[in-house]
Structure formats: structure tokens, C-alpha cells
């Protein structure tokens, strides 16, 4: 079983849209997913509620779980499934679920737009939250991972410098997945329906549509390799 935490300090970064793919992609591999929602805002849960519509069945399993309950509900869980996803973040000054995530989880994903204050943010999450997480809840085995997410679609230095960033040794123990994934209206259309862009048909943005399935299938290809390397060293 492997336990995967999609975690940052600040929303908008695309969060639960990774969580919500990487669920999907699993569960269409065969894998049984059990998804945690563990941001109030509820916005994975719905995205979960969207696809039992469009689908009859979303093929994960979603729970709400808060604070403390993510270590002791997902502790108890993490040998019924192939997989557990966590969508975790900061409410407000509140960075309770996130720590209980990370204290159980063996991967922490972040994803990181091009902009500094998400960039600042990343600094503050492994200087103080990983360190607690490996530090004194003795998950020392927690791995950590970045990517470029809601990128701009005409490049600019905005996205270099971010990569350049996060490919650098600024962040100890971080590895950097090279998966952009670009901020394109079809993977937004395609959610609000509860699908994945693999998913989605529209004529009128083939082009888009096709880039964009081919990020998400790197970046899921990228995301199941670590995990499946950390299996193996296990």
C-alpha cells in the first residue's frame, strides 16, 4: 500500500485537481484508491460527486477526514487499498490536516505555479512541516516531490525561473518531477463535468486537448514510478 499526500500552504495551486487525476488514472489501472478529502472546502469530495454522475461510479472510494482522524482513520485503512490519495492544505493559520497527512504518508506532492508567493510558501512547508513530519512523528521515510503546475501555456520566465527554483538545492530532500502541467480551459471544463482531459471530447480544442492528456500521462507515469521505486525499497 502507498500513501500519497497532495499537499501545499496555499490553495489555487492546483491541489485537488492532481489529487482528483492521479485518483482517476489509478483507479483506470486497476488499482483500488481510497481518496481522503482533508480540506474544509470540500472541493474534492464534490469533484467525487460529479463523477458518480458522469460515470455511475467514480472507482475510488472518498472519506472526510480532519486533524487527528487522518492518522488514526488512514493508519487503520492504509491495508485495505493499493493506494490512498490526500488532498491537504492550510485553512486559514490551521495546518492540522496537513500535519497529520504528512505524518503518515510516504509521499508528499506539491504542486508549485509560477509565482513567488507560492514559491516563498514551498520554503516555509519543508522547513518547518517535513521536518516536523520525519522529526517528531519519526516518518523519516517521507519523500518529497515537486511540479511545475498551472503554468503558462506562452512560456515566459515566470516558468523558467520556477523550475530553475525547484530543481535547485534550496529545498533538502525535495525531487523535482519534470511534468509541467499548463493551465488549459479543457482540463477546467473537463473537471466540471467530473472527468479527467484522458476523458474529454471537444472538437474545437483538439490541440489543447491532446497537450493536455499528454501531461497529465507524464505526469501520472512520473508520480506512479516514484512510488513504485519506493515499493521496491521497501
Known sequence: EMIITVGALKGGCGKTSTAFNLAVMSAKLGQSVLVCDADTNENLYSLSLLREIAKGDPG???????????????????????????????EGRDTSSLKA????????????????????????????HI??????????????????????????????????????????????????????????KAQSQGLVITEYENKSQASSIQKGRAELETLTALVFAKTKSLEEAN
Open 131 to 188: 521536518e516536523e513530519a520525519k522529526e517528531d512523528h519519526g516518518n523519516s521515510g517521507l519523500k518529497c516531490c515537486t511540479f511545475l503546475s498551472k503554468a503558462d501555456t506562452e512560456g515566459g520566465s515566470e516558468n523558467r525561473e520556477t523550475i530553475a527554483f525547484l530543481e535547485s538545492d534550496t529545498l533538502p530532500g525535495s525531487q523535482y518531477i519534470s511534468a509541467p502541467m499548463f493551465e488549459r480551459k479543457p482540463v477546467v
Open 101 to 128: 497527512a504528512l505524518s503518515v504518508s510516504d509521499i508528499l506532492l506539491t504542486p508549485v505555479t509560477p509565482r513567488s508567493l507560492d514559491v516563498m510558501l514551498l520554503e516555509e512547508l519543508y522547513k518547518e
Open 60 to 90: 475510488f472510494a472518498v472519506v472526510k477526514l480532519f486533524g487527528r482522524d487522518i492518522r488514526r482513520q488512514l493508519q487503520r485503512q492504509s491495508e485495505k487499498w493499493d493506494l490512498i490519495i490526500i488532498d491537504a492544505g492550510k
